[in-house]
């Protein structure tokens, strides 16, 4: 059994493989067609990515290929149906960076407060401004509207009750209840959208979810309620999200996700999100910590070991 990872990869996890493959192959570089040549020079068994892309013609090139993992828990990088057709199995690592993404969750919630990102910017250019820095609505008592309760959302929720937040939530699943305390209640969309203070979105990516807040659902939020992005690019609408900022129809917004977003190894960020005021970002970091990707390493090679042991797929997405 040959494995190939075509993305970056904990070295605890490679050296766990390398305990169960023939040959285990890191190459954190490969993508599009360097990527379809390197499957078809080492004719992997296993193809192991994070970010990088697997369309159907990438799947062609890897005549022996049985099994792509996607080390993370969105696969929509992944071409899955048409690995399906192909004999190909896709599995992931969910909830493994659930604690991460929360927790970048919190702090964009702290730092729309406290503008704590433009009270820097300040302080560097030798700017002081206590007066106009002390109008702080804090967290303590104020709503946040979850939009979808997974594991992500469960962990945000977790987090915002422990800073005596209300949490008011809204999911597709009907009997879905985060966290059992008399402070986080279900919602409709709309009415959490109206309520909530701070809204953060917690759903996959794909056709039912493209534009969910969009210029109508936007103008449904409060003037001082703001935004957080940490799901997908394409649940949000940005030039809508855009132009209420410029408005000045909602009080802030912060995203790790864009539409148009640079590779991994990008250096130049061309997106209007990057002029829109009150709008914080951080560079598509939410499940990056230590802690995260050791998880989603422990994971990744309990798949390989079921697999090997059994050709069982573990956490399969297209079965």
């Not at 937040?165 to 209840?177: A, H, I, N, R, S």
Request: glycine letters at 8%.
């Amino acid at each position: 059994m040959r494995i190939l990872i075509a993305d970056k990869f904990e070295q605890f996890g490679i050296e766990q493989l390398e305990q169960l493959a023939d040959a285990v192959a890191c190459e954190p570089e490969l993508k599009d067609d360097s990527l379809s040549r390197r499957l078809q020079e080492l004719d992997p068994t296993i193809l192991i990515v994070r970010s990088t892309k697997v369309p159907g013609q990438v799947q062609d090139a890897g005549k022996g290929l049985k099994l792509i993992i996607r080390a993370g828990a969105g696969f929509d990088t992944i071409d899955t149906v048409g690995a399906r057709e192909r004999g190909i199995s896709v599995a992931n690592c969910p909830g493994m960076n659930s604690v991460a993404v929360a927790e970048l969750v919190m702090g964009h919630m702290i730092a729309l407060d406290r503008r704590i990102p433009d009270n820097v910017a300040d302080l560097r250019a030798h700017k002081w401004d206590k007066k106009g820095y002390s109008q702080a609505r804090g967290l303590k008592g104020r709503t946040l509207g979850l939009i979808g309760v997974g594991r992500i959302g469960t962990e945000v929720a977790r987090r915002a009750l422990a800073f005596e937040m209300k949490v008011l939530f809204f999911d597709v699943l009907p009997d879905v209840q985060p966290v059992d305390h008399p402070n986080c209640r279900r919602a409709g969309l709309d009415d959490v959208l109206r309520q909530a203070d701070f809204v953060s979105l917690h759903v996959p990516g794909g056709d039912k979810t493209h534009h969910l807040i969009n210029a109508a659902k936007l103008a449904l939020m409060q003037p001082h309620a703001r935004l957080i992005n940490t799901s997908r690019a394409s649940v949000v609408d940005e030039a809508a999200l855009v132009a209420a900022l410029r408005e000045g129809r909602i009080g802030g917004a912060a995203l790790d996700v864009y539409a148009s977003e640079p590779a991994a190894d990008g250096k130049v960020f061309e997106s209007a999100t990057a002029d829109a005021p009150n709008l914080y970002g951080t560079h598509h970091i939410g499940a990056s910590t230590e802690q995260a990707q050791l998880a989603v390493a422990e994971e990744t090679v309990r798949i390989v070991a079921e697999y090997k042991a059994s050709g069982k797929v573990l956490n399969c997405v297209n079965a």
